[in-house]
């Protein structure tokens, strides 16, 4: 059974930070790209990085870049998140690209190319 696990949200100040994880079970962990993305009250869902452990490269959204940072070990996905902003508030996803190892820029990253989603971590920051 393939199956995504995110943990690790909570509530915490502006400029504080957080690590989200991903435990990913029933497949390959090299073998497919691993998207995080974000939900905000709202809002459609947005990509937040792409982990292509195969290349060994990450890509970040613009709005998060030089304060997260995507990792792994094992089976598992790790989102550190740093200098956390009110508009970081939402519920954080994990899921593979099945048709592909490798991360697109950023920009080019669809929300409908990833599946296998977990049920979701909240991050929510306060002022």
């Known amino acids: 059974e393939v199956r995504f696990v995110e943990s690790g949200g909570g509530l915490v100040q502006a400029g504080g930070s957080l690590r989200l994880s991903c435990v990913v079970n029933?497949?390959?962990?090299?073998?497919?790209?691993i998207g995080w993305f974000r939900q905000a009250p709202g809002k459609i869902r947005e990509v937040v990085s792409c982990?292509?452990?195969?290349?060994?490269k990450t890509v970040y959204a613009d709005s998060v870049k030089d304060r997260f940072t995507v990792s792994s070990a094992g089976r598992t996905a790790y989102l550190q998140m740093n200098n956390l902003k009110v508009e970081d508030t939402a519920v954080y996803y994990c899921?593979?690209?099945?048709?592909?190892?490798?991360?697109?820029?950023?920009?080019?990253?669809?929300?409908?190319?990833?599946?296998?989603w977990g049920q979701g971590t909240q991050v929510t920051v306060s002022a």
């Open positions: 899921g593979a690209n099945l048709q592909t190892r490798f991360c697109s820029p950023a920009p080019q990253i669809r929300t409908y190319e990833y599946s296998y």
């Open positions: 982990l292509s452990v195969a290349r060994g």
């Open positions: 029933g497949i390959s962990f090299g073998d497919y790209a």
